[in-house]
């Protein structure tokens, strides 16, 4: 990925390239940010249509919850990208990162195709700033009815950018592309420094910020588009996600069921992986 490793001066959107596999140390089809953001659009899709089997009127309640198979009862990519608490070096947050941008760049290029941004029209900009913004219990937003302020922010920034004719990164943009640490808002926990309307907000960079932003994400392109859809175009992918998904299952219940309630969920994150050998 270009221009990824020194900021030095302002970088641009056209540097950066996420098919680019900067995960050396993962198997093949999974060494790209995009292969990551494929791989929870993909995962999210299967889930869905498995949730509709079960409650077609309720997919998403408690009940259903219980009767779903191991595999999506338990957040195996979640736990890939979940950064450890308190380590905000590069190396800890890249694949949350880089997967979090993959997906937001991608929603924003569907979503434009309906808000067809153009430089100087401050209604549009407005009202695109106004759906990707509001909250999770607003009606009529991006991402209403689901958490992640990383995706909206992240969105915002893109918006931003394509409003002003903007090539050059926002300095929360240059993060997500680097994960230098000096970019980051001080504060009690570290924020991701993005400017929203003109007034700075930071947004504190919790250990499931990442996770619950890329699941947003994921199951936003998914209900614009289908579940089906996202299926058929991954097809060759899906026996392999799914041996990842069950492995994941089996080790996150050995390990529960091993380990005392106090070390469960982030620590493992320290350690976890599940990749197809």
């Known amino acids: ?11 641009n959107a056209s540097d950066i390239d996420l098919k680019a596999p900067v995960f050396g140390d993962h198997p093949n089809s999974w060494r790209s940010p995009d292969d990551l953001a494929d791989a929870f659009v993909l995962a999210w899709s299967l889930e869905s249509v498995e949730r509709a089997k079960i409650d077609p009127r309720d997919p998403y309640s408690a009940n259903v919850n219980l009767a779903l198979p191991p595999r999506f009862r338990f957040d195996t990519l979640g736990l890939l990208i979940q950064q450890v608490p ?3 070096s590069s190396s800890a947050t890249h694949r949350g990162r880089l997967t979090c941008l993959a ?17 100087g029209d401050f209604g549009q900009y407005s009202l695109a700033l106004a759906q990707a913004t509001r909250g999770s219990h607003e009606l009529g937003g991006v991402f ?3 958490s992640g302020n990383f995706a909206r922010c992240l969105l915002s920034d893109r918006i931003h950018r394509a409003s002003s004719g903007s090539l050059a990164l926002t ?19 570290e924020g991701v420094p993005f400017t929203i309307a003109g007034a700075s907000i930071p947004v504190p960079l919790t250990w499931d910020a990442f996770v619950l932003s890329v699941w947003s994400t994921a199951r936003v392109l998914v209900q614009r588009n289908s579940a089906e859809q996202y299926i058929a ?11 990842i998904l069950d492995d994941g299952a089996e080790r996150i ?3 529960q069921r091993g380990a005392p309630w106090q070390m469960q969920g982030r620590t493992w994150a320290m350690t976890f992986d599940s990749w197809p050998q």
Do not use: H, I
Request: charged share 20%; hydrophobic share 40%; net charge negative.
């Open 1 to 11: 990925m270009a221009g990824t490793s020194d900021l030095g001066g302002s970088m």
């Open 86 to 88: 308190g380590d905000t």
């Open 103 to 119: 997906l937001v760049w991608r929603l924003f290029e569907q979503l434009n195709q309906e808000w067809c941004l153009q430089v």
């Open 144 to 146: 209403s009815g689901l």
């Open 171 to 189: 300095r929360a943009e240059s993060w997500f592309v680097t994960g230098r640490q000096d970019l980051l808002a001080p504060g009690p926990v």
């Open 233 to 243: 175009k991954y097809a060759d992918r899906a026996s392999t996600l799914l041996d």
């Open 253 to 255: 219940a050995a390990y």
